[in-house]
């Protein structure tokens, strides 16, 4: 079907609210890499789960446990339904789950690239559609209620063009598909799907169904170095966006707020001098901005419900110091993580309001990445997720696998690919539940707070995570 989707996007890795770059086989190749000297003694080292609760030297002595001891292997995880299995010789693969679907798509050695439509709960198949790619890859599959989206590398290797598949949620069927060029960022929103274009400075928004404009804007004297949705706090769901809100942040620090279904200005907020490669986010009517260079940086907050919003710099630090990341961390507070030269990371917890910082603690090494929900604070570093309590005491800390929210108040632990054991871990006091083993996977895998969705080098199988 042709499209109105010129230069659509390919998409920029630092956008948080856009379709990421990094391709499924990238992504599984760092895992390997992280995990790789671990995979042997995984069940060993999930089972010595560092518990410290408050305890000032627990820490310390969990970390003399021989881990050369292995447990007794634990049972298969549980599956709820026969595997799926795949046609072929698998090359890659990625799930998502969204509006209770899970939906995969692999690619083969000749290929094709399958995607299909499953019931998490049950494991039963909705439906399924081929894709063939001549000579390109699979990069990512994503979704929201409107529309599933599949995007390829068009030439294997080569992420300058891409295809860009709409299937229909419902049956597969293709709404439309695109060649993408250029560097543009596509924002996938409930009411319509919004392209913007650094390079070109243009933005437009296109109805799902059909992929024709509805609305465009052309280039500024004062150009958009960010285009974005505005999120919950504490909603992990990729691409969920609360609100008809579409935010632009203009070089010059306007934060523009627009009606994401027709373009249409509402009003403008003074935001600071964002980094225009920096962090830069919109969170429950609240834009965050990094700001500075090489002198240090600054973290502003500015209002967005009127033009005279409020801005003012929350947290700052001087040369020598990185915003490796932040996250609300409980009701108006924001939790900064810090890196320094030499890999020292620290992770603060300041007040909004009074922009008082009401602790400071030591963060893992290298520490890149952090989230937060009920008040905990989830910070991965290099070889060690740690999770901190609302009060920032190092509650448990685990080897660099998969860690991920599955609810409020407990965490999901796996092998990043290799095979071991999955476990739950409660937040409030640390306790370890060994839910079973999982075999070598292919891609990193989806869940809800009740199954595990996961593609094997053979099949998409099923299990349960409440036993």
């Not at 419900?305 to 932040?326: K, L, M, Y």
């Not at 939790?335 to 008082?356: E, H, I, K, P, Y």
Request: net charge neutral; with cysteine; glycine share 12%.
């Amino acid at each position: 079907m042709p499209v109105d989707l010129d230069e659509m996007f390919t998409g920029l890795a630092r956008h948080a609210d856009g379709i990421p770059l990094g391709t499924a086989a990238g992504a599984r190749q760092r895992g390997r890499q992280r995990s790789r000297h671990r995979a042997t003694a995984l069940s060993a080292a999930l089972a010595v789960v560092l518990v410290v609760a408050g305890v000032a030297g627990a820490l310390t002595r969990a970390q003399r446990v021989d881990h050369s001891v292995t447990p007794a292997p634990s049972p298969a995880l549980r599956e709820v339904a026969p595997p799926i299995p795949v046609r072929g010789t698998l090359r890659d693969a990625a799930t998502v789950i969204a509006g209770g679907r899970a939906y995969t798509a692999w690619q083969d050695d000749k290929g094709t690239i399958e995607v299909n439509a499953t019931d998490p709960g049950t494991g039963a198949a909705l439906w399924t559609r081929a894709e063939v790619v001549h000579g390109g890859t699979l990069v990512n599959i994503a979704a929201v209620s409107p529309a599933v989206l599949l995007t390829t590398n068009t030439k294997a290797g080569d992420p300058s063009e891409r295809m860009v598949t709409a299937l229909r949620p419902s049956d597969g069927a293709r709404l439309w598909s695109a060649v993408t060029v250029g560097d543009a960022v596509l924002i996938p929103h409930d009411r319509l799907v919004v392209q913007w274009s650094p390079s070109t400075g243009q933005t437009g928004g296109y109805d799902w169904a059909t992929g024709t404009k509805v609305w465009s804007l052309p280039a500024t004297s004062d150009p958009v170095v960010r285009t974005m949705g505005v999120r919950a706090a504490g909603d992990m769901t990729p691409y969920s966006f609360t609100g008809d809100w579409l935010v632009q942040v203009t070089r010059s620090g306007q934060a523009q707020v627009r009606d994401i279904r027709s373009g249409e200005l509402l009003h403008a907020v003074a935001a600071g001098t964002p980094r225009a490669n920096g962090t830069i986010t919109a969170i429950d009517g609240r834009l965050f901005t990094e700001e500075g260079g090489t002198s240090g940086y600054r973290l502003r907050v500015t209002g967005l419900s009127t033009s005279a919003g409020t801005s003012a710099v929350v947290f700052s630090e001087g040369a020598g110091h990185t915003f490796a990341g932040f996250d609300l961390c409980g009701a108006g507070r924001v939790c900064v993580l810090d890196q320094q030269a030499g890999g020292r990371t620290t992770l603060a917890a300041v007040d909004l309001a009074t922009q008082r910082i009401l602790w400071r603690v030591d963060g893992p090494r290298n520490g890149s990445g952090v989230s937060s929900l009920g008040g905990n604070v989830l910070v991965t570093g290099d070889g060690t997720t740690v999770l901190y309590d609302a009060a920032g005491r190092s509650v448990l800390s685990v080897p660099d696998v998969q860690v991920e929210w599955l609810t409020n108040d407990k965490l999901l632990v796996l092998p990043m690919y290799a095979a071991g054991t999955v476990t739950t871990v409660n937040t409030a006091d640390g306790g370890v539940t060994r839910l079973g083993d999982v075999p070598t996977r292919v891609g990193k895998c989806a869940h809800t707070p009740d199954r595990l969705v996961c593609q094997t080098s053979t099949a998409l199988r099923f299990w349960s995570l409440t036993g």
